[in-house]
């Protein structure tokens, strides 16, 4: 049982219980929180990506193979990336240890990769634009991440370290026992960044700005540069908060894969948007001159008021001194 409070919006202590039911077979099948907020979380994002999938012209007997092969490729991505990030832990001595993914254990980056590959794999395979898929499947992956982050609530975990008095997020504290906070005996409420709360909210209010966005976009690949560069600049800030992070040396993991993702993403999306803004202004400068052109060899008694052609009479000769006007005034 996890003991939650948030005193500075009015919410006393209560308990959150990680098993939502168990199903009495065998010795009893443990159902959790995390495991039904996941698959709702699953469910929510195929449904968007349905509904964005048929923007982008993709079929959804295409989209289905998508999901079916994201979600398994996904989830062994997820845990891969955990145990791998892990191993001085000394936790996985044997196979079973390593595929326990109902004892805990899914990094979200991990999934996001393997879930990115296979998708791009699948493109090649059924000859789709990657960036279209990409493009509907971006907003949907916010989705889980929105929902997911409260099955690590109930779970007790994924939460920040102790919250000073004098911060401006105090208001938001959250009371949590039992925890790992070294500066709080482990009998007593720890009162600490809820990181789990802050990702949610960051990723509800990127999903609200992508899809406000999404119909103006200038070029395939823009709606996933724009969730790339706002996951990863949220996730680099709230990580540095969190008391669970992964570590290579003193850097942490997700922070450091954060950091180069909002880089990236930003770079990318900056060079990309403008280089549509001169395709756009290059076609409009295209129009002009191409009408001018049009009208190489006529008389202006040849063109009625509304720029219709009439019969053409001019010979060769004045039609090639029209030509060379014109190319000295371009000059």
Same mark, same amino acid.
């Given at each position: ?179 790992? +906070?070294?500066? @709080?005996?482990? !009998?007593?409420?720890?009162? %600490?960044?809820?990181?789990? $709360?802050?990702?949610? /909210? ?50 942490? +993991?997700?922070? @450091?894969?954060? !950091?180069?993702?909002?880089? %990236?993403?930003?770079?990318? $999306?900056?060079?990309? /948007? ?58």
């Amino acid at each position: 049982m996890v003991t939650v409070s948030f005193p500075g919006i009015g919410i006393d202590s209560f308990e959150l219980n990680p098993v939502a039911f168990t199903i009495p077979l065998f010795d009893g099948i443990e159902v959790r929180w995390y495991g039904l907020i996941i698959t709702l979380g699953i469910v929510l994002a195929f449904t968007y990506c349905a509904f964005r999938s048929k923007q982008e012209g993709i079929k959804f007997d295409d989209l289905l193979d998508f999901a079916i092969f994201t979600v398994i490729f996904g989830v062994i991505g997820a845990r891969t990336f955990y145990v791998l990030t892990s191993l001085k832990d000394g936790k996985y001595t044997s196979f079973y240890d390593i595929i326990a993914i109902w004892e805990g254990g899914l990094a979200i980056y991990g999934a996001i990769i393997a879930g990115a590959i296979t998708i791009f794999l699948i493109c090649r395979y059924k000859k789709i634009n990657a960036f279209k898929m990409f493009d509907a499947v971006a907003p949907a992956v916010m989705i889980g991440q929105i929902l997911g982050r409260w099955g690590n609530f109930f779970n007790g975990e994924a939460y920040g370290r102790a919250v000073s008095e004098d911060s401006f997020l105090y208001f938001i504290r959250m009371g949590l026992n039992p925890h790992n +906070i070294k500066e @709080v005996s482990r !009998f007593d409420m720890a009162f %600490v960044h809820p990181t789990f $709360l802050y990702e949610s /909210l960051w990723n509800l209010i990127g999903f609200l700005i992508i899809n406000a966005l999404y119909k103006k976009k200038k070029f395939d690949g823009q709606i996933v540069l724009m969730y790339v560069t706002w996951y990863g600049f949220g996730r680099m800030l709230i990580e540095g908060l969190r008391t669970d992070s992964l570590y290579i040396g003193v850097f942490r +993991i997700s922070q @450091v894969i954060g !950091f180069l993702c909002f880089i %990236v993403g930003a770079i990318l $999306l900056t060079l990309l /948007l403008l280089r549509s803004r001169r395709q756009r202004l290059t076609a409009m400068d295209y129009e002009p001159t191409y009408a001018k052109i049009s009208h190489i060899g006529m008389n202006d008694h040849e063109l009625d008021d509304d720029n219709v052609v009439g019969p053409n009479t001019l010979s060769d000769e004045d039609k090639k001194e029209n030509l060379d006007n014109l190319f000295e005034e371009d000059k």
